[in-house]
């Protein structure tokens, strides 16, 4: 690679994969892989169905697709970005990563063969020393090569945000690692042709591995205490937007606000960090604790729902079920946890959500979601997902659809406490 042309495998073409691959193919040849025959079928045909890429910029790619690693030919960068959930003990489920870490290892003798020296890179979210301690062995057992002399680690968390514009692959500052001085300048030479951010060289794997937990952990900790002083307000009977402005205005106040925290990130890498601790024998309180106010705030604002209401049941329309306003992604949305705590308070609940997926929803959480927006009438119409779509009818057309004495909640305060209820 003296000329610095390698050529890419990015395994997982997901919402991390995917904008990845496609900034590395403006700049190296790049094949991407997905064991999801549909997903390949349908980025194929233009079309991604997490709406991160428009179809143009998927059809214009010379990117090369396949359905499993083994049809790549050979290459010097393997990047594995494949999920990294929790199962249902809130521990790190690295299933994925280890079928992943299986399938890399079946192709690299052939890549270490032709004299490339292939580097393993691993995006997904982990705890510090996975890479090396668990994904490592999987890799030589399988490819019956020595890490370190036939084949290398490197580890570039990703920064993925869904939804975001401005904080895109090619623009943020990109975290490297690599198993030796000679592998981290290749990885940063990789990184550094597709980012305008830079990137910065994190001192070991293990490093880099913490710098991605810790990153969504303090945001977790901070919406945790805004979730906190939103219910001591509400017992005081003021408006936490109200105090977050007051306290706004002083010039080292953090701008985080309260409401539910679901997603594939902030709500499930603070697992994975407290999973190593408690490894080391040390009890993570702060995150654990933090954890356990977000986990239940979909249940407290249920409760506040029905206290509101005067502790009857009726009916309620939810406006959105995905875990952040604008995109499709389903993945642990609280919301759904809020919708089912009213229907355990006795609320006849019917959702809609014009970003989400009808058969997502339908098999991630036993959800019917409604085809069009219903008129109505509800005793209760809550926008629990402040997508562009419900702010451009209004707070008037939302108000069209209450019956008489109803109520309007608005979780994100984004209607700036015209709403009859509100964090």
Known sequence: MNDFSPRVAVIGLGYVGLPLALALARHFETHGVDVDKGRIAELRTGHDRTGEIEEPALTASPITLHEGVESCPPCDFYIVTVPTPIDGENRPDLDLVVRASRSVGAVLAGAAAEDRRPVVVYESTVYPGVTEDICAPVLEEVSGLICGKDFFLAYSPERINPGDREHTVDKITKVVSGQTPEVLDDVSALYGAVTTGGVFRASSIKVAEAAKVIENAQRDINIAFMNEIAQIFSRIGISTWDVLAAAGTK??????????????????????????????????????????????????????????????????????????????DLRNSKVADLAAALGKLGHSVTIHDPMADPGEARHEYGVELAAELPAGPFDLVLLAVPHGDYLALGLDALRARLAPGGTLADLKGVFGGRADWSL
């Not at 408690?278 to 356990?292: D, F, K, Q, S, Y």
């Not at 604002?301 to 029905?306: K, N, P």
């Open 251 to 328: 010039w080292n106040f953090l701008p985080f606000t309260p409401g539910l925290v679901g997603g594939h990130c902030i709500g499930i890498d603070p697992y994975y960090l407290a999973h190593r601790a408690r490894e080391l024998g040390i009890e993570p309180n702060v995150i654990t604790a933090g954890r356990g106010i977000n986990d239940s705030m979909a249940e407290w604002v249920a409760g506040e729902l029905h206290t509101a209401r005067g502790g009857k049941g009726g009916s309620a329309l939810v406006l959105g079920l995905t875990f952040k306003e604008n995109i499709p």
